[in-house]
Protein backbone atom coordinates (compact mmCIF):
# COMPACT_ATOMS: atom_id res chain seq x y z
CA UNK A 1 0.00 0.00 0.00
CA UNK A 2 1.26 3.77 -1.11
CA UNK A 3 1.64 6.49 1.68
CA UNK A 4 0.18 9.65 -0.15
CA UNK A 5 0.89 13.24 1.25
CA UNK A 6 -1.07 16.43 0.51
CA UNK A 7 -0.51 19.32 0.62
CA UNK A 8 -2.98 21.99 0.60
CA UNK A 9 -1.92 25.34 -1.37
CA UNK A 10 -3.52 28.16 0.74
CA UNK A 11 -2.80 31.20 -1.87
CA UNK A 12 -5.71 28.71 -4.35
CA UNK A 13 -7.60 28.00 -1.21
CA UNK A 14 -8.18 31.73 -0.50
CA UNK A 15 -8.32 32.17 -4.58
CA UNK A 16 -11.47 29.78 -4.73
CA UNK A 17 -13.03 31.40 -0.71
CA UNK A 18 -13.27 35.29 -2.47
CA UNK A 19 -14.11 33.25 -6.08
CA UNK A 20 -17.15 31.99 -3.97
CA UNK A 21 -18.03 35.04 -2.11
CA UNK A 22 -17.33 37.27 -5.33
CA UNK A 23 -20.66 34.74 -6.99
CA UNK A 24 -22.95 34.54 -4.35
CA UNK A 25 -22.68 38.66 -4.09
CA UNK A 26 -23.44 38.67 -8.29
CA UNK A 27 -26.06 36.07 -8.07
CA UNK A 28 -28.15 37.92 -4.81
CA UNK A 29 -27.89 40.90 -7.34
CA UNK A 30 -29.03 38.97 -10.31
CA UNK A 31 -31.52 37.52 -8.61
CA UNK A 32 -32.68 41.30 -7.39
CA UNK A 33 -32.09 42.31 -11.39
CA UNK A 34 -34.91 39.08 -11.98
CA UNK A 35 -37.49 39.96 -9.15
CA UNK A 36 -37.71 43.35 -10.52
CA UNK A 37 -37.72 42.39 -14.37
CA UNK A 38 -40.59 40.30 -12.95
CA UNK A 39 -42.31 42.83 -11.20
CA UNK A 40 -43.49 40.79 -8.32
CA UNK A 41 -42.49 43.03 -5.27
CA UNK A 42 -45.99 45.12 -4.28
CA UNK A 43 -45.85 48.56 -5.54
CA UNK A 44 -47.61 51.14 -4.47
CA UNK A 45 -45.20 54.55 -3.73
CA UNK A 46 -41.91 52.01 -4.57
CA UNK A 47 -40.70 52.45 -0.86
CA UNK A 48 -40.48 49.36 -0.65
CA UNK A 49 -39.13 47.90 -4.15
CA UNK A 50 -36.62 50.21 -3.48
CA UNK A 51 -35.93 49.72 0.03
CA UNK A 52 -34.08 46.58 -0.98
CA UNK A 53 -30.25 45.58 -0.37
CA UNK A 54 -27.99 42.60 0.18
CA UNK A 55 -26.59 41.82 3.64
CA UNK A 56 -23.17 40.13 3.17
CA UNK A 57 -21.98 41.34 6.95
CA UNK A 58 -21.57 36.90 7.69
CA UNK A 59 -21.35 35.59 4.28
CA UNK A 60 -19.36 32.45 5.16
CA UNK A 61 -21.17 31.60 8.10
CA UNK A 62 -24.88 32.67 7.34
CA UNK A 63 -25.07 33.06 3.37
CA UNK A 64 -26.32 36.39 2.02
CA UNK A 65 -29.77 37.66 2.63
CA UNK A 66 -31.60 39.80 0.11
CA UNK A 67 -33.79 42.51 2.91
CA UNK A 68 -36.09 44.75 2.16
CA UNK A 69 -35.96 47.53 4.57
CA UNK A 70 -39.46 49.03 5.55
CA UNK A 71 -41.68 48.38 8.60
CA UNK A 72 -43.92 46.88 6.40
CA UNK A 73 -41.64 44.37 4.45
CA UNK A 74 -42.45 41.43 6.45
CA UNK A 75 -46.52 41.68 6.41
CA UNK A 76 -46.43 41.84 2.26
CA UNK A 77 -44.00 39.81 2.15
CA UNK A 78 -45.82 36.65 4.38
CA UNK A 79 -49.50 38.29 4.71
CA UNK A 80 -51.69 36.99 1.39
CA UNK A 81 -53.34 40.62 0.58
CA UNK A 82 -54.62 42.00 -2.75
CA UNK A 83 -51.85 44.03 -4.20
CA UNK A 84 -52.03 47.19 -6.56
CA UNK A 85 -51.07 46.24 -10.04
CA UNK A 86 -51.06 49.45 -11.16
CA UNK A 87 -47.12 49.46 -11.56
CA UNK A 88 -46.19 45.98 -10.77
CA UNK A 89 -48.18 43.83 -12.91
CA UNK A 90 -47.52 40.53 -11.17
CA UNK A 91 -47.02 41.82 -7.69
CA UNK A 92 -47.51 39.40 -4.95
CA UNK A 93 -46.52 37.76 -1.90
CA UNK A 94 -43.44 35.54 -1.28
CA UNK A 95 -41.89 36.99 -4.06
CA UNK A 96 -38.15 35.66 -3.08
CA UNK A 97 -39.66 31.98 -2.57
CA UNK A 98 -39.22 31.02 -6.46
CA UNK A 99 -35.61 31.10 -6.11
CA UNK A 100 -35.41 29.05 -2.64
CA UNK A 101 -34.40 25.35 -3.35
CA UNK A 102 -37.70 23.56 -4.42
CA UNK A 103 -39.01 26.63 -5.89
CA UNK A 104 -39.62 26.92 -9.80
CA UNK A 105 -36.19 29.41 -10.33
CA UNK A 106 -34.31 27.34 -7.79
CA UNK A 107 -32.50 26.77 -11.11
CA UNK A 108 -31.88 30.33 -12.28
CA UNK A 109 -30.37 30.81 -8.39
CA UNK A 110 -27.70 27.84 -9.08
CA UNK A 111 -26.94 28.10 -12.65
CA UNK A 112 -26.43 31.96 -12.09
CA UNK A 113 -23.91 31.09 -9.01
CA UNK A 114 -22.32 28.71 -11.16
CA UNK A 115 -21.95 30.92 -14.10
CA UNK A 116 -20.43 34.10 -11.57
CA UNK A 117 -18.10 31.62 -9.97
CA UNK A 118 -16.54 30.46 -13.32
CA UNK A 119 -15.91 33.98 -13.85
CA UNK A 120 -14.23 34.82 -10.82
CA UNK A 121 -12.13 31.49 -10.67
Given at each position: MADY???LNDAVLAKIKQAHINAAIKTANSIMLDVDEEQTVPFLYGTLDQSKFIDDSDILHEGIRILYNTPYAAKQYFVPMNHNFTQHAHATDHWLDPYLPG????SFAKDKYVQHFKKEF
Open positions: RVEGTKA
